[in-house]
């Protein structure tokens, strides 16, 4: 989210400064303004040179304005007379007011510079807000290199997730597995929690997951996977019969029953009723289930 600000903020900056420029024809140079020394040249420069065209920018705006100010206060200031010619000269607070001439009383109205409303409050305004912008830029831009700003809940969880794929998909079994959704949410300091949903063997169960991450790299933890015993029934009842597909003696048998339950942490139990014709014999087996795959091991053999 702030990487994108980092780009963001030049890009719109920049398209900001051309306008402005083009406006205001205000030349990159001290040459005269136009198509090569004007609003063109200040764009490409501010947008690849940012963090110095873009203050460089405020600054020459900012003296250009002054300056333009002064010289129309100047000419707006001096002037002669309509009525006899005399020679008049007000102050700056004088102009736009009705003034009487000197010499014979006409009332006159005074000038007042267009540039005296983009000045003032405008002016100010946008100096600020745009140094105000490139201090931001930095102080993000350093804090974000040096890993002190903690990263963004959803860009952690897009990271953890494509690791968490990574891993689990670097085993044939786990292939199997899809990764739904990985959801983090920031605890306090450097701890996240959430958790992972999964598709596996057409059974979709959460897994809960911590992280903690300094910025720069994170370590993540995945706790008991919230599988209900009928889930877990249902996908031990599809293991057993695939791998009986594979098998020319067993290739018949169907599954009457199967009844898991939980020993401890992730250690299950349980007894299928294998039917083969008209016969029926017990299958006891212990399983391991890590979140997504089984380990069996046959209490007693099939008869
Ligand atoms: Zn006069």
């Not at 002054?66 to 006899?84: D, N, W």
């Not at 009457?256 to 339950?261: E, I, P, Y």
Request: neutral net charge; contains cysteine.
């Amino acid at each position: 989210m702030l990487t994108i600000l980092l780009w963001i903020v030049p890009v719109l900056t920049s398209l900001w400064v051309a306008v402005d420029s083009r406006i205001l024809k205000l030349p990159v140079t001290k040459k005269p303004y136009g198509l090569n020394n004007g609003c063109v040249a200040w764009f490409l420069s501010c947008l690849f040179l940012w963090i110095f065209t873009f203050p460089l920018y405020l600054w020459r705006r900012h003296e250009f304005l002054k300056l333009q100010y002064e010289q129309e206060v100047r000419i707006a200031s001096e002037f002669a007379c309509p009525s006899c010619s005399a020679e008049m000269a007000v102050r700056t607070e004088q102009l736009g007011a009705v003034v009487a001439c000197h010499a014979c009383g006409q009332k006159i109205q005074v000038t007042n510079p267009q540039c005296r409303k983009v000045l003032g409050m405008g002016e100010a305004l946008v100096t600020t807000l745009g140094l105000g912008s490139c201090a931001a830029f930095i102080v993000v831009g350093v804090l974000l290199f040096t890993g002190d700003i903690k990263v963004d809940s959803a860009d952690l969880s897009a990271q953890v997730k494509a690791e968490f794929e990574t891993r689990l998909h670097s085993t044939p079994e786990g292939r199997e597995v899809e990764v739904n959704s990985l959801i983090l949410t920031h605890v306090s300091g450097n701890d996240y929690k959430g958790a992972v949903e999964v598709t596996a063997e057409g059974e979709n169960y959460q897994i809960p997951i911590t992280t903690t991450c300094d910025g720069k790299s994170f370590f993540y933890e995945t706790g008991k996977p919230a599988v209900t015993t009928e889930q877990l029934s249902r996908m031990i009842s599809k293991l057993l019969l695939s791998r009986f597909a594979k098998n020319s003696a067993m290739k018949e048998v169907t599954i009457a029953s199967l009844n898991v339950v939980h020993v401890e942490g992730n250690k299950y139990r349980g007894i299928a009723d294998l039917r083969q014709g008209n016969e029926t014999s017990p299958l006891k087996f212990n399983a391991t289930f890590d979140g997504f795959m089984f380990l069996f091991e046959l209490v007693e053999p099939v008869e």
